[in-house]
């Protein structure tokens, strides 16, 4: 099976621009969570959803979004960018139990200039 | 608060020597307790979760209810193992992982 697939591997943007991240899951996971990576703060979770609805959702401030369609892939999208959104982001996708492992993607790396 | 703390950011051993990466958490409730390892140019995957009670390439971690800890260890490390680690938990029952900000580990040949 394909892995977890984000697109695009890297974009630079400038404050107050928004930005659409995209991530293709393995086939037959249900389930997609999203984190931002940063060196200082690791990875911190930003939502989660399981066929189209979103479960569960971080302390991240309303510019960050999200949604999945129904074929499983989801798109994170943050508004109004600014210096401190630059960071890697990963996506993470996993048949949608509990108890399940989580199969992360690459990652998009975003710089805010 | 949930949190999950892991205090070193480096450790640097020599092969052979014995390796334990520490973590330690704040929950309430029942955790679900992992390490999730990144080795050089390749993704973040699971190295092991405290429900299996398993022992993957040498490592081992116990979760310590008394003292909230889940340390790693590995009684001789091997250069290979050389990576970034994290401790992770999640809430019982959600879809919620809370991440430590990893330790990367040196094995020093």
């Known amino acids: 099976k394909a892995g977890v697939t984000q697109t695009p591997r890297y974009l630079i943007k400038t404050r107050g621009q928004q930005v659409t991240l995209s991530c293709s899951p393995i086939?037959?996971?249900?389930?997609v969570s999203w984190y931002q990576q940063t060196p200082g703060q690791g990875l911190q979770f930003l939502f989660e959803?399981?066929?189209?609805?979103?479960?569960n959702k971080g302390n991240f401030p309303g510019r960050f979004s999200g949604r999945q369609f129904s074929n499983s892939r989801s798109e994170m999208n943050v508004s109004t960018l600014e210096l401190g959104d630059s960071a890697l982001y990963l996506c993470?996708?996993?048949?949608?139990?509990?108890?399940?492992?989580?199969?992360f993607g690459s990652g998009t790396q975003l710089s805010v200039l | 608060a949930q949190r999950v703390t892991q205090p070193e950011k480096l450790l640097s051993v020599f092969k052979g020597a014995p390796v334990e990466l520490k973590c330690n958490y704040s929950?309430?409730?029942?955790?679900?307790l992992f390490w999730y390892v990144q080795y050089s140019r390749q993704r973040l995957q699971l190295l092991l979760r405290?429900?299996s009670r398993e022992s993957i390439k040498g490592f081992t971690a116990d979760l310590n209810k008394g003292e909230t800890s889940f340390h790693l260890k590995k009684p001789f490390a091997q250069e290979e193992d050389s990576a970034m680690y994290y401790c992770?938990?999640?809430?019982?029952?959600?879809?919620?992982?809370?991440f430590g900000t990893g330790t990367r580990l040196k094995v020093l040949a």
């Open positions: 405290h429900i």
């Open positions: 959803y399981f066929s189209e609805t979103q479960r």
């Open positions: 929950y309430s409730g029942s955790p679900e």
């Open positions: 086939s037959g996971h249900r389930s």
């Open positions: 993470a996708s996993n048949p949608g139990s509990t108890n399940e492992k989580l199969f």
């Open positions: 992770a938990l999640k809430s019982s029952g959600t879809y919620k992982y809370i």
